[in-house]
Structures are given as structure tokens and as C-alpha cells.
């Protein structure tokens, strides 16, 4: 299905979260269906306690508890605590536990995850489904991200996304990657084993902080790459952290990838729209440049910020594009003392599919991408 809208996605930030929240879900005909996670992650409860605020016993929850290897006995205990918090907001909701690896220690997060949502009996009476993507990982909230937006599409459902941000929480949280890159469950992109002509790659990580081994690995398990173009977040609340992560990957940038200064691709920490068109449009341009000439495959692997994260995901929808990732074996993070506690979550939400886009005539009256968020309240009202 195409998704010219996306152009115009409706979107709001920070402050404006709020009052869409208040003018749209405080409305008595809204029932919503919240997906989620119940992990460790402090933020976990964030979009479900302002949700709960304005929805009361309108609001349904799945949340997910991702199971993987032994964790440590603080995220364990961190990871309870948020549970019991969320039934406490969401009453009636479901918990489902996802197992990252099998018996044999692949990852088996897409399957898994695939079969809770095909499971879990949607209410008829949902008028909207949050995907909350905080703190679920790349390989559960990708694959659920592509059925639950194919099902509100379906089922005329308004489908959004929601984030609570926090980059210096991000650089916290450090991971232990696993040993087999993959391409993420619904995202292995076009086949091209016919093509008569050659395939020509570029691969565009996302850099984070701590990930230098998962994107080593994932960049050796590319063949024949003919451009890397690192993804590195500016504008973004730290103005150094692009420079920061640079100064990070120096080793992989200069002697492994060899990337060309020019070919780093700077988005924005705390808009996806700024990442989904800066992606959708070096991929029409590469497209466009190598017609016949070469088959062009973009490969793309965001393994930080679950901001930009969203942005690649609307990508990777839009345009079939392959999602290379290497799944988390463990988690190291103490609960008790965030890093980040003075540094407020930067919240997102983003429409992506429903009526209010057939209301508005599919948003091309908006001239104007940036007044997009300032003309959804009238939807609402």
C-alpha cells in the first residue's frame, strides 16, 4: 500500500504530545489498543501512564517482556516493578513473554513476536492502536511494527507511534551483542538472485554509542559493499554527540569502512521525519543514478536511538528496503542510578495510517510540512 501521506506525516513533539493527547484520546468514541513494552527500561511506563490519564477503561494494553539469556537481578527486579505499574494503569491488559533466542541460541524474536499479535484478540470496538516503541528492541518492534500497521490499514484503524527519548539514557544502557547478523523478521527487502545485473550496496548503519562490535559485525556480513553512509544524529540536544561518535568509530570510518567524510548522513535526534526523508531520498537518487546500470540495494541498520529508529522503519516500509541487525545477548544498566536524570525524555507521536488522513485529503492541502502538527487538533476536535 502506498504512503504518499508520509510526505505530510502528521507528527507532534514535547508539549504538543500532550495536547494531542488531551484533544483526540480524551474523545469518549476513542477505545485504544497499546502495545509496549515491560522491560527493564524506566521510561517503559511513559506513554502508558499519559494515555491511561485521558482514556481511562477505553485503553487495552499488550505489553511485551523480552526474555534473553540471564539478565542481571537488578533488570529483573527493575523489570517486575514496571510490570506491576502497567497493570496497575492498564487493568485487564496482557503480558506476553517473548523469547529472543531458541533452544539453539538463534534469534527467534520476529517469529515470536509475530505470533503474540496474530494471537491476541484485537477488541472490536479499537478505533486506534498505539505502538509504543521506547524500549522495545529493533528485533521485536519491527516485525510487530509491519503487522499491526498492515492490519490497521486493512481495518481502517488509525495506527500510531509513539516514543519517550532520552539519548543520555540510550548512552547508559550498554548491550552485549550476539554472534549472527541478520535481516530483521518482514524486512529482508527485494530479491534480487535473478537480476541480470550487477548488485551494487550501500549500507547505512546508525551509529550509537557502545555498538562499535554489533555494527563491526553486521558491516562484515554485508558482501561487496560499494558505499558506507554512517547515520549520526544532528541536530541533537548534545551538539557534540555527532562529533563524539565520530571521534567513537574512528577506527571503523577510516580503516575498515573507509567512509568519505561526504558520505556521513546527519539527521535529526528528535524528529523521524527528518531521518525517513533524508533515507527515502538518497534512495530514489541512488535509484535514479544507477538505472540500468547496476541494482541498487540500500541496507539499513539502526541500532540506536529509537527516534531515528522510527524514521528508518518508515523507510524501510515505503521502499521494501533490507533491515541488517545483530540481536542483544544482554543488557548492563543499573537502574538505580540513571545517568540521565536530569535530562527530561523528549516524547514523539506520529501517525502513520487512519481516517484522519482521508479527512484531510491524504494532507496535500498542507504546503507547509512544519504546520502539519499545529492542523491534527482540528481532527480532534
Request: negative net charge.
Amino acid at each position: 500500500m502506498a504512503h504518499d501521506h508520509w510526505e505530510n506525516c502528521v507528527a507532534h513533539f514535547d508539549a504538543q504530545v500532550d495536547v494531542f493527547a488531551d484533544e483526540y484520546f480524551g474523545r469518549a468514541e476513542v477505545h485504544c489498543l497499546l502495545v509496549a513494552a515491560a522491560g527493564f527500561d524506566p521510561r517503559s511506563i511513559g506513554i502508558a501512564t499519559l494515555l491511561a490519564g485521558h482514556l481511562g477503561n477505553r485503553l487495552s494494553g499488550l505489553f511485551v517482556r523480552e526474555e534473553r539469556g540471564t539478565p542481571d537481578a537488578s533488570l529483573v527486579t527493575a523489570a517486575d516493578k514496571n510490570a506491576e505499574q502497567l497493570r496497575a494503569l492498564v487493568p485487564g491488559c496482557e503480558i506476553a513473554t517473548v523469547e529472543i533466542f531458541g533452544n539453539d541460541n538463534a534469534p527467534v524474536a520476529g517469529a515470536r513476536i509475530a505470533s503474540v499479535i496474530r494471537d491476541y484478540n484485537i477488541a472490536a470496538e479499537t478505533t486506534d492502536i498505539v505502538l509504543d516503541m521506547t524500549a522495545l528492541s529493533i528485533g521485536v518492534v519491527f516485525p510487530a511494527a509491519r503487522l499491526l500497521l498492515d492490519h490497521c490499514e486493512s481495518s481502517g484503524i488509525a495506527f500510531h507511534i509513539m516514543i519517550a527519548s532520552n539519548p543520555e539514557l540510550d548512552d547508559a544502557i550498554s548491550s552485549e551483542p550476539a554472534d549472527r547478523p541478520m535481516a530483521v523478521r518482514g524486512f529482508a527487502g527485494t530479491d534480487h538472485s535473478d537480476a541480470a545485473l550487477e548488485i551494487s550496496r550501500i549500507w547505512v548503519p546508525q551509529l550509537a554509542k557502545g555498538r562499535t562490535a554489533a555494527l563491526t559485525d553486521i558491516g562484515r556480513s554485508i558482501r561487496d559493499t560499494y558505499k558506507i553512509c554512517p547515520v549520526v544524529p544532528f541536530p541533537a540536544r548534545d551538539p557534540r554527540r555527532a562529533d563524539a561518535l565520530i571521534a567513537e568509530y574512528g577506527t571503523q570510518l577510516i580503516d575498515e569502512w573507509q567512509v568519505d567524510p561526504r558520505d556521513l548522513v546527519y539527521v535529526s535526534e528528535s524528529n523521524p521525519l527528518d531521518c525517513y526523508r533524508t533515507l527515502s531520498t538518497l534512495t530514489k537518487r541512488y535509484a535514479d543514478a544507477v538505472d540500468q546500470i547496476f541494482v541498487p540495494s540500500i541496507i539499513l541498520s539502526p541500532v540506536g536511538s529509537r527516534v531515528m529508529a522510527a524514521g528508518a522503519l518508515m523507510a524501510a516500509i515505503e521502499h521494501n528496503l533490507p533491515v541488517q541487525y545483530i540481536e542483544t545477548v544482554r543488557y548492563d544498566f543499573d537502574p538505580a542510578k540513571p545517568a540521565a536524570a536530569a535530562a527530561p525524555d523528549m516524547r514523539v507521536h506520529l501517525l502513520l495510517s487512519g481516517p484522519a488522513y482521508s479527512e484531510l485529503g491524504a494532507a496535500s492541502a498542507l504546503s507547509d510540512v512544519e504546520d502539519a502538527p499545529r492542523h491534527l487538533g482540528d481532527v480532534a476536535a
